[in-house]
Nanobody, 126 residues
């Protein structure tokens, strides 16, 4: 099993940057690199949506159309952490951001993920 804790959210103006982090701990013989990692977000009244994902070894990444070119997902398997660097933020990026973990390969469907963090609020003002 894996436990996830996000940090790094906050309030910024449009055009600003934030770097989200997801610290993990594992049990039951699992290690961090067993898991593909992803970030999702959920705005009030909206469904949870895929933002970006990274493969177990960090070599493959995938982005939603709205995040590609502005956001960068990464992971450090030595430190058991994942990150989401967000640049050129827009007001429509305002949401609670969640990191998620799944054994094996990543998916775009949040229902496929095994574990979730508690979320971190990102607020972008115009």
């Amino acid at each position: 099993q894996v436990h996830l804790v996000e940090s790094g959210g906050g309030q910024v103006r449009a055009g600003g940057t934030l770097r989200l982090s997801c610290a993990t701990s594992t049990t039951s013989g699992r290690i961090f690199s067993d898991y593909a990692m992803a970030w999702f977000r959920q705005a009030p009244g909206q469904e949870r949506e895929f933002v970006a994902a990274v493969s177990r070894n960090g070599r493959q990444t995938f982005y939603a159309a709205f995040s590609e070119g502005r956001f960068t997902i990464s992971r450090d398997n030595a430190k058991n952490t994942a990150h989401l660097q967000m640049n050129s933020l827009k007001s429509e990026d305002t949401a609670v951001y969640y990191c998620a973990a799944v054994l094996g390969i990543y998916y775009l469907d949040p229902a496929m993920y095994d574990a979730w963090g508690q979320g971190t609020q990102v607020t972008v003002s115009a």
